[in-house]
């Protein structure tokens, strides 16, 4: 009972700070791994555009994507306004993503679908964006990806590009393949 109170209380005092998101991920479960791919505005085009990183990107959870950072400074609205924003922004793109694992196995993500994050992962805030996720195959917790080939049919410009992978509170965290104990998540 005191240590609820406790987390209710620090959820309150932080509540206007940005920290707080992260504090409460922390105490219900939520993990998040992001790698920035492409920190700059870029040109997607149909010439394919392989992006790599020195940071690894792991599958972590249920939740895997690659994010094209379309603009900032788009407050939250009603979703007809946000549908229309997303629209404008891709002036009709269709965007073609592949993922290649470590193993060499080459997986293709569905259509970009709309995301927006207010503390935006390229742009500083109310980031709107065009996310791809694997459709059909779910990636198994602890798949590497080395690279990324991103094309477009036609010409889309971005912020920048993003990775990531999420688990959810509800996910378990998998025991280790070795048979030792599980290392507890952050």
């Not at 049919?153 to 070795?178: F, H, I, M």
Request: net charge negative.
């Amino acid at each position: 009972m005191l240590r609820t109170s406790l987390i209710v209380l620090a959820l309150i005092a932080s509540g206007c700070d940005p920290n707080s998101r992260k504090l409460f991920d922390v105490l219900t479960g939520h993990d998040s791994t992001v790698v920035v791919l492409a920190a700059r505005p870029m040109v997607i085009t149909a010439q394919t555009a392989t992006l790599t990183s020195s940071e690894v990107m792991k599958v972590i959870g249920e939740w895997t994507s690659v994010c094209l950072a379309l603009r900032g400074g788009l407050p939250l609205q009603h979703s007809t306004v946000m549908d229309h924003e997303f629209d404008a922004a891709m002036h009709g793109a269709r965007v073609r993503v592949v993922l290649e694992l470590t193993n060499g196995d080459r997986v293709s993500l569905a259509q970009p679908m709309m995301a927006w994050n207010m503390d935006g992962k390229i742009v500083k805030s109310n980031e709107l964006s065009a996310c791809a996720s694997p459709c059909d195959t779910k990636l198994p917790v602890g798949t590497q990806v080395s690279k990324i080939d991103v094309s477009s049919d036609s010409p889309l410009a971005v912020q920048g590009v993003y990775w990531s992978s999420e688990r959810g509170p509800l996910e378990k965290t998998p025991a280790p393949a070795n048979g030792g104990a599980a290392t507890p998540h952050p």
